[in-house]
């Protein structure tokens, strides 16, 4: 076996104690850690210019099989044609049950916590206005409905007394308490 290259770093406080803990949470030497996050980070380094709150939302979202990813077009598309669609009320109806369904999901969340899972899904673009008020900018105006019904039925769920008003392309959301 070749002889391996000895290298010398120096780390911060803040690092040296990160360093620590993974050591002991892998249970590897310092050379395999170091082996371990260098090998890690020349796959998954081009990561780090993404908020990784929103990355690991994606990756749980989509690693337990219960959501895709859909071109923005194809979503529009289904909203436009579920408007004309005879049986609309039906669609509605459905909408509201599986957002009931949600709600029992994120009891014990936050408002501004649903909100940010919703963003990642490309819902909207959060604007936090105040303490308890958020602007919810919309990619297009069909989706207002959609996403104001998810709302007020995750909301109403879980007891957040909320207030849902609609502007064109925008839901602005205050929380009553």
Not at 31 to 48: C, K, M, T
Not at 123 to 142: A, M, Q, S, Y
Request: proline share 1%; hydrophobic share 40%; net charge negative.
């Amino acid at each position: 076996m070749k002889r391996p290259i000895r290298v010398t770093v120096a780390l911060d406080e803040e690092t040296y104690e990160i360093f620590n803990r993974l050591r002991d949470e892998l249970k590897v030497s310092q050379s395999e850690l170091i082996r371990r996050v260098l090998r890690f980070y020349s796959v998954y380094g081009e990561l780090e210019r993404y908020e990784s709150r929103k990355v690991m939302i994606y990756v749980e979202m989509l690693s337990e099989g219960e959501h895709v990813i859909l071109d923005i077009d194809h979503w529009i598309a289904f909203l436009r044609f579920i408007e004309t669609h005879p049986d609309k009320e039906e669609f509605w109806r459905l909408h509201r049950d599986i957002a009931k369904a949600h709600a029992e999901e994120f009891r014990g969340k936050s408002a501004e916590e649903i909100l940010e899972r919703l963003e990642a899904c490309n819902f909207f673009r959060v604007n936090r206005i105040g303490k308890n008020e958020w602007t919810l900018i919309l990619g297009n105006e069909i989706t207002r409905d959609f996403v104001r019904i998810f709302l007020e039925e995750v909301f109403g769920g879980i007891g957040i007394d909320a207030e849902v008003k609609e502007d064109l392309a925008k839901l602005r959301i205050r929380l009553k308490s």
